[in-house]
């Protein structure tokens, strides 16, 4: 009897360890009604976010019986101290999901695992957690997004196109420890060297206008010969714009971005950037904030889901 009985329990736990692994509820316990989803995002001053979370909202509004939404944002791209943060106050307020676009593919892996512990479904979008953090936190992550290599290179195709063989541009890549920027980086390479350009040099911008533009300034004069800049982010691109105009190069430099925000499809119209790639940020939340409910409601998880991505370019906006 002993015996049966021990084994009962010790299966208990095992199952009970398996579902606060794949983040099902089983953690503290949490205030009756609604599922309350927390949706934590990296800058609100990048327009991309901003839009992200104006599509969460409308999306809420729309199901308000459905769930509670909780968005926050931090202020500045590379705060991953605030984005970690950010994530503990929702642990403790024992929210039911937390949907999250990390700011570093690898610094937010332990906090999730900690969110992942007390109960709480996680859904990474946008951009994807390490694979290999993961695996030594022995944790599994649904991921919501779109495919950043095949973007990159939708756009660094476009760009092939108005070049030829052998000219030199340049790349002005995300912050290092993100999944994406790695990715993009790769699509732009994927591109470049598939039509024979000549890749002089990359570097990161940091996903800023003001850091791409110090960048942008500094590659131009080093290589003035540079005939395209491939950014990966649209406010990147931005600064490319700035730096390149300041120097009187922008006639002759191509700019590429990726995102699709507004500022930069007003660029577009008047010349000053080629193209970018539209992810569809008032949608990748959305698609996330499901993916959560659906794995609440049925105490279990989907697999992975790829989202959209398509070239943007100014005769795509008439």
């Known amino acids: 009897m002993k015996n049966c ?17 794949c ?3 089983g953690g503290p316990a949490k205030p009756k009604g609604p599922p309350r989803i927390a949706l934590v995002m990296k800058s609100l001053a990048n327009e991309f976010f901003k839009t992200m979370e104006d599509g969460a909202a409308a999306h809420q509004k729309a199901h308000a019986s459905g769930y509670t939404l909780l968005a ?22 024992h929210v ?18 900690r969110a992942l512990d007390a109960g709480i479904v996680v859904v ?17 992550m649904f991921f919501v997004g779109p495919d950043n290599r095949k973007g990159a290179r939708l756009a660094g195709e476009c760009l092939a196109r108005k070049l030829k063989a052998g000219d030199p541009v340049a790349i002005v890549e995300g912050a290092p420890n993100a999944y994406n920027a ?4 790769l699509g732009f390479e994927d591109a470049m060297n598939a039509a024979g350009m000549k890749i002089v040099t990359s570097q990161s911008g940091y996903w800023e206008v003001a850091k791409a533009e110090g960048v942008v300034a500094g590659m131009i004069r080093e290589h003035p010969e540079l005939k395209a800049i ?9 600064g490319a714009v ?21 500022a930069v499809q007003e660029r577009m119209k008047k010349g000053e950037i080629l193209c970018t790639v539209d992810q569809h940020a008032d949608k990748i939340a959305v698609f996330g904030i499901e993916y959560a409910l659906e794995i609440l409601a049925k105490s279990g998880g989907p697999a992975d889901k790829e989202t959209p991505v398509d070239l943007i370019t100014a005769e795509n906006l008439k």
């Open 5 to 21: 009985l021990g084994a009962a329990l010790a299966a208990g736990l095992v199952l009970a360890l398996i579902a606060a692994g």
């Open 23 to 25: 983040g099902q509820p």
């Open 72 to 93: 926050n944002g931090i202020k500045d791209e590379l705060d991953v101290a605030a984005q970690i943060n950010i994530v503990e106050q929702m642990v403790t307020q």
């Open 96 to 113: 039911d999901a937390l949907v999250i676009a990390p700011a570093d593919s690898k610094a937010l892996v332990p906090v999730c695992k």
């Open 124 to 140: 990474n979008i946008d951009n994807k957690f390490d694979a290999a953090t993961l695996a030594d936190k022995k944790m599994a």
């Open 182 to 185: 790695i990715q993009r980086k």
């Open 230 to 238: 491939l950014c990966a982010n649209d406010s990147m691109a931005l």
């Open 242 to 262: 700035t730096a390149l105009k300041a120097a009187q190069k922008l006639k002759d430099t191509i700019v590429i971005g990726f995102d699709n925000i507004g």
